[in-house]
């Protein structure tokens, strides 16, 4: 472990500061008795410093974005959530006063911002993703801004402002997520993981199955209730027309408004997704959509999205998922940019077992 005490000042010697300092120029700088590989080495890498200097502006401040959102952000955001105590009386009664079904744990960041809906979490303890989720009626805010408002560019985990909850702080049965896919993995970037798991997959499980048989289940707490979500479907899905078909799947965040809009979506989205489980679905289930960026074509490709979905563990059921009955879909309804870059194989037709759809 890096040791990062702070010596008093009489024990650092000033003839070690200088060494230290020489060190570190004669490690980067050429110097007399360096062979022809070094110093070919240090003018290469000395160019290389330089040429970031003048073209990595944008770079260093993206750095500088996530490293603000993982080590200031978050810290700022658990000391609200674990701040509920200490608000005054007249706070805590103005706040039950707007939202009186209001669950104490989050009393203390919606004093700190309005906006908030709710939790999202991703592997428990683990702390996978664990974030605030906001909602305003907007979908740019917190594409670029923090949970406090303030510019960033990892901006926050939101709801869509067209998914309405009910006066008593219901979801509605068809809740999108949005959050960025970042360089150092924050917001809702290892959702991509439930499509390939790059990092530390099972040796010994399919690339495509591996990690939703460890993390088979998230949970989203509103200001009201919480709730834990089976994943039933993980799809990629085209946005751009010139590179084939642009499916609808954040219907516009609007609600189910019968069996036969639950059923044919469920269909469509079943058709495109990369795995299957054995997560039953019914019409009156609650159906959450995470959806992020993903770059599988190199990233002058922005067009493809990652979205995970879940189904909310209904009343008395357990939420123990059968992750063994995990499948990879070979065969999966994709679009033509994907079929020619062999990202997927044309469609046959309907493969999947349409009986796990009880509604269907």
């Known amino acids: 472990m890096a040791d990062y005490t702070v010596r008093p000042p009489m024990a650092r010697a000033k003839g070690k500061q200088k060494n230290a300092f020489m060190r570190f120029l004669i490690s980067v700088f050429p110097f007399k008795g360096d062979t022809a590989a070094e110093i070919i080495r240090k003018i290469v890498f000395i160019g290389a410093v330089v040429a970031f200097a003048i073209t990595g502006g944008s770079l260093i401040n993206d750095i500088y974005g996530e490293m603000k959102q993982m080590y200031i952000v978050t810290d700022r955001v658990e000391s609200d959530k674990q701040g509920t105590l200490n608000l005054p009386q007249e706070t805590i009664d103005k706040i039950k006063n707007e939202k009186p079904y209001i669950r104490e744990d989050l009393m203390g960041l919606y004093a700190k911002n309005n906006d908030l809906v709710g939790w999202f979490n991703l592997g428990g303890n683990d702390k996978i993703i ?113 590179y084939g078909e642009v499916y609808n799947y954040l219907r516009r965040g609007r609600a189910f408004e019968d069996k036969d809009d639950f059923n044919n979506y469920i269909l469509d989205i079943m058709d495109r997704s990369v795995l299957f489980t054995d997560v039953d679905l019914t019409y009156g289930d609650e159906i959450i959509c995470l959806s992020t960026c993903y770059f599988p074509f190199g ?55 349409t009986s796990k759809l009880l509604s269907y």
């Open 130 to 242: 664990d974030y605030p989720v906001v909602q305003t009626d907007n979908n740019d805010k917190y594409l670029v801004t923090d949970f406090y408002g303030e510019p960033l560019k990892s901006g926050t985990l939101f709801v869509d402002y067209r998914c309405e909850f009910s006066e008593n702080g219901d979801a509605p049965n068809f809740l999108v997520f949005y959050g960025h896919n970042t360089t150092s993995s924050l917001m809702f970037s290892k959702l991509t993981r439930y499509y390939y798991e790059k990092d530390n997959p099972d040796p010994n499980d399919d690339w495509t199955t591996s990690y939703i048989k460890k993390h088979p289940t998230v949970t989203f707490d509103t200001l009201a209730e919480e709730g834990t979500y089976k994943i039933f479907a993980v799809c990629l899905f085209n946005t751009e027309e010139q």
């Open 299 to 353: 990233p002058k490709y922005e067009n493809v999205r990652c979205a995970v979905f879940g189904r909310k563990v209904r009343e008395g059921e357990s939420p123990e998922v059968d992750a063994s009955a995990v499948t990879r879909n070979y065969y999966w309804k994709s679009w033509q940019q994907a079929v020619d870059n062999k990202l997927a194989t044309a469609y046959p037709k309907r493969l999947w077992d």
